[in-house]
């Protein structure tokens, strides 16, 4: 396709400015004729397959705040709503990312219910705008199948430094292994955003496109120096197996909210130690428990002076602290502790008053792990291999 200029026409539309220009093609600020309003126009070099066109109609019946909405589909151009907004960059405060997180997810988790991926999520397609978060390019990122070893975007990746990385740098495992992607790789991309909103840097780096694949395929990022609930949030969307993520946008959101609620926006931003513990006794030194990444203290003990607390595994068991299962949860009012162990042939978790000399297993918390409490102390939170889940301490 040729250039355009200010003023052609493309069937009823009538172009008026540029507004970017790639190695597919060009955009264009644009007036609908025929509505009297001002558009955006994609437009390609290469003719649409007709499986393209098919999901691109079916992504036009998509309607949601938070999506960038397509209005009509042509045989090499796509003309969808005009938005005026800048690209997603991070760091931001906590509170303003978690904001703009929710409703990614919730533009994620309305398409995903009609079965449409947007299959190349990251922040260079997510405008702020006035009105908060607008999606663009949903659904749209392939014209045919599954990525394959052979195809030349992913061979030129592996030579090259250059825009394909960016993009690299938010495809998932299963992507990058020639895999049909499906809504959970759209959770593990959002997870790259997610990261990159809170640090500024990107989850996955490397000297070469090359580098940057094994990153994704073989490591994990730095941990986020933010509250341990919202750093699990993230180390789970960002799961190398799709089936350890979440499984929908929604419980990812679920998560989020609840990661928050352990994380006040008056909490300070700390680094999060990741550490390994020694299988014995764990001795609680209550005056530096702030240090360890445990729950956050609303209400200080009745006695501020530092004391020592010694817990002892169950019977014939042992702790199971470490980067697989968390530590330990102290409650909002300092007086009860919640952390993992295996007994009686089980890892579950336990809770145990600092009044008490004994600690009880919570039922129905077979296989979870990273424990922490609701801010009214009443229920606790903790991480299964898929889910987020609560327990009522009440029965």
């Not at 066109?53 to 042509?74: F, K, M, T």
């Not at 397609?125 to 749209?140: M, P, R």
């Not at 909002?332 to 600092?354: F, H």
Request: charged share 25%.
């Amino acid at each position: 396709m040729a250039s355009f200029a200010r003023g052609d026409r493309l069937g009823p539309y009538e172009t008026l400015d540029a507004i970017g220009a790639g190695g597919m093609g060009e955009v264009w600020k644009a007036r609908d004729t025929r509505l009297d309003r001002i558009v955006a126009i994609k437009t390609s070099k290469e003719q649409f397959s007709e499986r393209f066109e098919r999901e691109a109609r079916a992504v036009a019946a998509l309607n949601h705040p938070h999506i960038c909405q397509l209005y009509d589909v042509g045989p090499n151009y796509l003309v969808m709503e005009f938005i005026e907004g800048a690209p997603l960059k991070g760091p931001l405060a906590i509170e303003k990312a978690v904001e703009y997180a929710g409703q990614i997810l919730e533009a994620l988790d309305a398409a995903h219910r009609k079965g449409i991926t947007h299959r190349d999520l990251k922040p260079a397609n997510i405008l702020v705008t006035k009105q908060g978060i607008k999606l663009l390019d949903f659904g749209l990122a392939k014209q045919s199948g599954p990525l394959q070893q052979t195809d030349a975007t992913l061979t030129e990746a592996l030579t090259q430094r250059g825009e394909i990385v960016g993009t690299l740098q938010y495809m998932s495992p299963e992507q990058l292994q020639g895999k049909e992607a499906d809504a959970r790789s759209d959770l593990f991309a959002f997870g790259c955003v997610l990261y990159e909103m809170l640090t500024g840097k990107r989850a996955f780096e490397g000297e070469s496109a090359a580098s940057v694949i094994a990153a994704i395929l073989e490591r994990q990022p730095a941990p986020l120096t933010t509250a341990p609930p919202l750093e699990r949030v993230v180390r789970r969307a960002l799961a190398k197996d799709p089936d350890h993520r979440f499984q929908t946008a929604r419980d990812l959101k679920a998560a989020l909210t609840w990661a928050m609620e352990q994380s006040p926006p008056s909490t300070a931003v700390k680094p999060v130690h990741r550490w390994q513990w020694i299988a014995g006794a764990a001795l609680v030194a209550v005056g530096a428990l702030a240090g360890w990444g445990v729950s956050h203290f609303r209400q200080p003990l009745a006695d501020d002076r530092v004391f020592r607390f010694q817990i002892d595994p169950p019977e014939g068991g042992q702790f199971t602290f470490g980067v697989v299962t968390g530590g330990i949860a102290l409650s909002p009012d300092g007086r009860t502790v919640a952390y993992i162990a295996e007994g009686s042939g089980k890892t579950g978790l336990w809770v145990r008053s600092l009044d008490s000399t004994t600690a009880r297993m919570i039922a129905g918390t077979e296989g979870g792990g990273f424990p922490f409490w609701s801010p009214d102390g009443k229920s606790l939170g903790f991480f299964t291999a898929t889910q987020l889940k609560r327990v009522d301490l009440a029965g």
